[in-house]
Every structure is written in structure tokens, then in C-alpha cells.
């Protein structure tokens, strides 16, 4: 059986947000707990909630979506952003994933393939929708999905250095390199550390 995902949608047009919440209503392992109007309202609301997965649209009033999902997972990295949006612009969503966010769907997409964006997310996973995925083809792509200290930490793992190592290179904790490590996993669809490097190696990211 598959354990409980919650869940707080983040649009500032209510009907979107009755959309999504109904969608997700036929879905049993799915669970709305919160909506929010904003990207402030939002991190206010899943810091009271936690919910496994924030739904966030990126253009909305005040704090926009790619603002709120940098605090979102500076502040909880055990809460997953997915980015939903009508906008399919390239830079959009190179920008999207800088901020942390470790999916990205557009508001047509169907309804299992939301689901399944739900599901990776909420389990430390990239998702990035298929309608997109031509875009994101080349090597080229990988490397800007990739912050600078994402590319700094996987040229230091692939220089042999384990995660302690890299915390006191780089003066930062433990817990900090874990969390980087997980996100470039996630965005080079990577399943260990060799494997990330491998690809990074591969697609000239490192040398």
C-alpha cells in the first residue's frame, strides 16, 4: 500500500486551486492539507503543516513562486516543491529547479501524470513533464540545472572526497552536503553518487 502524501497547493486564482484540490480528491494516497494565495502565505502554511509536497504555481502577486520556493527549501529540505505552471519557457523552468524545486508540470497536464510528479517528488525524485522533456536532452541542459555549489560539491565527490570531506572543504555542515547531494541526484536522474558522476563526467559538467 502506498504510505500518505500531503500536500499544500499554492495558486493565487481560486479556481485553479478547487481544480487541483478536487483532482486530488480521487486520489486515496493523496491528502490536501493547506492552500495558499502566495509564496508567503505558502511558506507561513507549510511551516505550521509540513506537508510532504508544496503544489506552487511561479507567477503570483507579492512573493512569486521561484522566491518562496528558495526559503521553502533552505528552511524544510525534508518538504518537496512542485513547480505547476502554465508557462513553459526554457528559462522558466532552469530557473524553477535552481530554486530547489525538484519538479515541474504544466497546469494542462493529465491527471496521472500529475500524480506521478506527486509521487517522485514526495520520494526525493526529479520530475520534469514529458511534455518538456525535449528540451532537456543534452548535456549542455544537465550542467544549467545544476547551481555552482551543486557543480562544486559533485567535482569534489568525483575527486574521491567522501561527505565530511566536502563539509570542511567547503566550510559548510554535513547535513548541507546530504541535502546538495540528494538535488543533484535528483536532477541528473542519478541513482548513487558514482552514477552522478558518471553522467557528469559523460556530459562535461566536471572534468
Do not use: W
Not at 88 to 97: K, V
Not at 151 to 167: K, P, Y
Not at 178 to 193: F, G, M, N, W
Amino acid at each position: 500500500m502506498t504510505s500518505e502524501i500531503t500536500c499544500l497547493i499554492v495558486d493565487d486564482h481560486e479556481v485553479v486551486r478547487e481544480g487541483l484540490r478536487l483532482s486530488l480528491s480521487r486520489t486515496p494516497h493523496i491528502r490536501v492539507v493547506g492552500e495558499a494565495n502566495d509564496g508567503q502565505q505558502a511558506i507561513e502554511l507549510a511551516e505550521r503543516r509540513r506537508p510532504n509536497v508544496v503544489i506552487m504555481d511561479v507567477r503570483m502577486p507579492g512573493m512569486d513562486g521561484l522566491d518562496a520556493t528558495k526559503v521553502l527549501t533552505e528552511k524544510l529540505p525534508d518538504v518537496s516543491v512542485l513547480i505547476f505552471t502554465a508557462y513553459s519557457e526554457r528559462s522558466l523552468l532552469s530557473r524553477g529547479l535552481e530554486s530547489g524545486a525538484l519538479g515541474y508540470i504544466l497546469k494542462e497536464a493529465p491527471h496521472e501524470t500529475l500524480v506521478r510528479a506527486i509521487d517522485k517528488v514526495a520520494n526525493g525524485e526529479s520530475f520534469i513533464d514529458p511534455a518538456l522533456m525535449p528540451a532537456f536532452l543534452s548535456g549542455k541542459d544537465r550542467e544549467e540545472m545544476l547551481t555552482g555549489r551543486e557543480r562544486e560539491i559533485l567535482q569534489l565527490l568525483a575527486d574521491g572526497m567522501s561527505n565530511a570531506d566536502v563539509a570542511q572543504r567547503l566550510f559548510i555542515s554535513q547535513e548541507t552536503v546530504k541535502s546538495h547531494v540528494r538535488h543533484i541526484l535528483a536532477k541528473l536522474e542519478a541513482d548513487t553518487r558514482t552514477h552522478a558522476v558518471a553522467i557528469a563526467l559523460r556530459d562535461a559538467i566536471i572534468d
